[in-house]
Nanobody
């Protein structure tokens, strides 16, 4: 069984920064893809950023140049540094890990960007 725990969400003003963290525990294979998704009410969950075990990354166009995803393989952890936050970044952010064709999700953490 795999368990993901996110932290770091909160309320921030436009232009501010937040750093999300996610720690995975359980049976974690070394070859995996970790990522962050977000969802607002009434809309589909969307990919924000993802990173492979080897370090390759991809980002949604809407966050390129503002968000940075990173990981610590020794800690089975993934991070999302969010800078220059906009009101449209407000959402519940979910951590995700894909390995061995299976996908696991965290419980989500709320990020609210508002003045």
């Amino acid at each position: 069984q795999v368990h993901l725990v996110e932290s770091g969400g909160g309320l921030v003003q436009p232009g501010g920064s937040l750093r999300l963290s996610c720690a995975a525990s359980g049976s974690i294979f070394s070859d995996n893809r970790m990522g962050w998704y977000r969802q607002v009410p009434g809309k589909q969950r969307e990919l924000v950023a993802a990173i492979l075990s080897g370090g390759s990354t991809n980002y949604a166009d809407s966050v390129k140049g503002r968000f940075t995803i990173s990981r610590d393989n020794a800690k089975n952890s993934v991070y999302l540094q969010m800078n220059s936050l906009k009101t449209e970044d407000t959402a519940v952010y979910y951590c995700n890990i894909v390995m061995n064709w299976l996908s696991y999700w965290g419980q989500g953490t709320q990020v609210t960007v508002s003045s």
